[in-house]
């Protein structure tokens, strides 16, 4: 009989716990991306507070973290996690590496969208006298707007992705349910159904974004 292995209830919970995870997850990596991204944009070649050997440090720090195979982060992660989260399980565990992993490249995106800016924002700003977070605050940060959206739903749809890799170690959520049943158990319909509510959550994320894109284009 097809699908009669699935346990519903403890598909909802996985289900669940991979939204909690990954919005967890998001917001704390636009908190600690987007400054990051704007401090990589800033102390670049050209811009207003060009220092060439922090921004080398920063790049090659991002450049490492983005380069490291997520489920190797998660593992390699496992002792500060449980200092940070106070166990390396389930929703609570899989978050620090989760942004770990995200923050760098979402900060890269960031820096991108900045990149692609007109240079007449910045020039118009520090011919009025605006200071760096001035220009920063009440010109860039306002003109990359629908850049920085885009940037979050790209961020938000790799999570999606990470979050299930998070299951390998224990970390909850649909993940974990595919490698325990689906996988371990040989449950296909469980691994088949998984799969499924991943393409969904993503395809809603992406139909989400880009009608929230759209109507910043439009403003």
């Not at 598909?11 to 990954?22: C, G, N, Q, R, Y």
């Not at 600690?32 to 800033?42: M, Y």
């Not at 490249?105 to 969208?113: G, P, T």
């Not at 349910?177 to 994320?205: C, K, P």
Request: hydrophobic letters at 55%; glycine letters at 8%.
């Amino acid at each position: 009989m097809m699908l009669a292995n699935i346990d519903w209830p403890l598909m909802l919970e996985a289900t669940v716990d991979t939204l909690l995870m990954t919005g967890f997850s998001l917001l704390f990596t636009v908190v600690i991306g987007l400054p990051l991204g704007v401090l990589l944009f800033l102390t670049s070649k050209g811009q207003m507070i060009e220092n060439a050997p922090i921004y080398h440090v920063m790049s090659f720090v991002v450049n490492v973290l983005r380069s490291v195979p997520f489920l190797i982060l998660l593992i390699v992660m496992i002792p500060m996690t449980r200092i940070l989260a106070g166990t390396s399980l389930g929703v609570q565990g899989a978050v620090p590496p989760l942004v770990v992993s995200a923050a760098p490249f979402f900060a890269r995106l960031v820096e991108n969208v900045l990149r692609e800016l007109d240079p007449g924002v910045s020039e118009a700003c520090r011919a009025m006298g605006a200071n760096s977070r001035q220009t920063v605050l009440m010109a860039l940060v306002p003109e990359a707007t629908t850049g920085i959206v885009a940037a979050i739903i790209v961020t938000a749809i790799a999570l999606v992705g990470y979050s299930a890799m998070s299951g390998v170690i224990g970390g909850g959520g649909l993940g974990d349910l595919a490698l325990r049943f689906g996988y371990q158990r040989y449950q296909t319909d469980v691994m088949v159904v998984t799969v499924v509510i991943l393409v969904v959550l993503v395809q809603l994320l992406q139909v989400f974004g880009d009608k929230l894109v759209a109507k910043l284009n439009r403003k």
